[in-house]
């Protein structure tokens, strides 16, 4: 076990101490003790938090073994004679604890060889930057960082009993796939899920109360994505309420709309996260939470209570790892004194790992328009990218928001929008010239590698500039 407790009653003076190890707070520490800091987290359960125990990574490991039935029961197409390939969820999720367990005894050893000190328990802010452990432990902190993290948000009606009703945290669990699932939500999460258990062999039915899959994504992206589910026979339902389930012995009923009903052995609670903040804040910290629970911090991560800083989802901020990284750098930043860039949350890099797989930074083209910009806009479907032919991976396409200059072509770049293979991999050049504000005409100066997936992107940039090659 790498959670170290102090002796109870002690305390210690450190010059941070975080409240919760999963990115925002392991994030902190590292970069502070990598800084000179002394720095103590206190963790409930391991450090790594959900997104290494319960939701980034292992999700990620269930969706790469989708892939990996896709291909193979693709073979033939390739030359390739296989079997029609089945699926042993049991060894599946025998290989994700096992990826996540590398993952956690190296960031643990991380952790220790940088001298950061781990205390097993629930910490309470108390004032005067004094953390308190349910162990009886309490640290003294010049500073405190809290980062302790978002929980699955749940519905009235449906009791979370993690075999017929479960939430992200449930799922991942499974030793053995349902012959059939009811997702609610058709958010990142939702679809995620509902990509990958459609994929193994689940019949799947998807439940949304907004008109749109993928809420906050360009709406062409999002079409591409629904067109894909529905071509796979995943049941899309959007603009439905879902009312409530009746069990039924083996599984249940679920009750949406007016009066529609879908049968199934087991449903998932997609519906986003809520910030844990449940006895984190004891009286007098100084520290405010917002009607929806989330702490209320100010562009450096200050919290209302000097030298008390919160990062990562327990603040109303995109509830995605990397950007309670960014957050956890400009918070410690901020402590040591140094210049510090405020997260721009218009441009951070998302990525969705459903297939096909969604990467996108900066302003849809509906949410530029509705913000006053005159857009110019360009698109490359793979369809006609020689590499997306070859892996056999057509649907999608690249968006690449400007714009409008005064000459009327296109100015500085302000959305980059993917939809397609392996997309989360290829969203990097478009996230820097969306954050730098470049022109087309400077990104289409990058030489791109030919064959790639990649160069869709600097096909639809050079497009922009009036003189595309490919792409009109």
Excluded at 267 to 294: C, H, K, M, N, W
Aim: some cysteine; overall charge negative.
């Amino acid at each position: 076990m790498e959670v170290v407790p102090t002796a109870q009653g002690s305390e210690q003076p450190y010059d941070i101490v975080v409240i919760g190890g999963g990115p925002g707070g392991y994030a902190a520490a590292l970069y502070a003790a990598a800084a000179g800091l002394s720095v103590a987290v206190v963790e409930k359960d391991k450090v790594g938090g959900t997104c290494l125990h319960r939701g980034c990574i292992p999700a990620k490991q269930f969706l790469e073994a989708a892939s990996v039935f896709r291909t193979v029961a693709g073979a033939k197409e390739f030359g390739i004679q296989a079997s029609q390939p089945s699926v042993d969820f049991s060894v599946t999720q025998a290989r994700k604890q096992k990826v996540v367990e590398q993952l956690w005894r190296g960031l643990s050893g991380l952790m220790r060889g940088r001298k950061i000190t781990t205390v097993a328990g629930t910490g309470t802010l108390l004032p005067d930057h004094v953390v308190q452990v349910d162990d009886g432990t309490r640290l003294t902190g010049r500073h405190v960082i809290i980062a302790s993290g978002s929980v699955p948000r749940t519905i009235p009606g449906f009791d979370v009993d993690g075999r017929l009703v479960m939430t992200s945290d449930e799922i991942l669990d499974l030793d053995r796939l349902p012959s059939s699932a009811a997702v609610i939500g058709c958010g990142a999460i939702g679809c995620e899920f509902a990509s990958m258990l459609s994929d193994l062999g689940t019949q799947v039915t998807m439940l949304e109360i907004l008109p749109k899959m993928l809420p906050g994504c360009d709406r062409e992206v999002a079409d591409v994505v629904a067109r894909s589910f529905r071509r796979r026979g995943i049941d899309v339902h959007l603009g439905v309420e879902v009312t409530g389930h009746t069990p039924n012995g083996g599984g249940t009923t679920v009750h949406y709309g007016d009066g529609e009903s879908v049968t199934v052995d087991s449903v998932i609670v997609s519906v986003g996260r809520r910030p844990l903040t449940d006895g984190l804040l004891a009286e007098g910290t100084g520290v405010e939470l917002d009607q929806r629970g989330f702490v209320v911090v100010d562009e450096y991560q200050r919290t209302g209570a000097d030298g008390v800083f919160a990062v990562g989802d327990v603040v109303a901020t995109a509830q995605l790892a990397h950007v309670g990284f960014a957050e956890a750098i400009v918070a410690v930043k901020t402590i040591l004194g140094e210049p510090a860039v405020p997260v721009d949350y218009n441009r951070v890099p998302w990525c969705i790992y459903c297939h096909p797989e969604v990467a996108f930074a900066g302003w849809s083209e509906e949410a530029a328009v509705e913000a006053g910009y005159d857009v110019v806009v360009k698109k490359d479907p793979f369809g006609g990218n020689s590499r997306a032919k070859i892996v056999g991976e057509t649907d999608g396409l690249v968006k690449v928001i400007a714009e409008r200059a005064p000459d009327g072509g296109a100015g500085r770049l302000l959305g980059v929008h993917m939809v397609g293979p392996w997309v989360t991999e290829q969203l990097g050049q478009g996230y820097l010239a969306v954050n730098w504000e470049a022109t087309p005409e400077e990104v289409a100066h990058f030489i791109q590698p030919h064959p790639t997936l990649s160069e869709a992107f600097g096909e639809t940039v050079l497009a922009l500039t009036g003189r595309g090659l490919h792409v009109g």
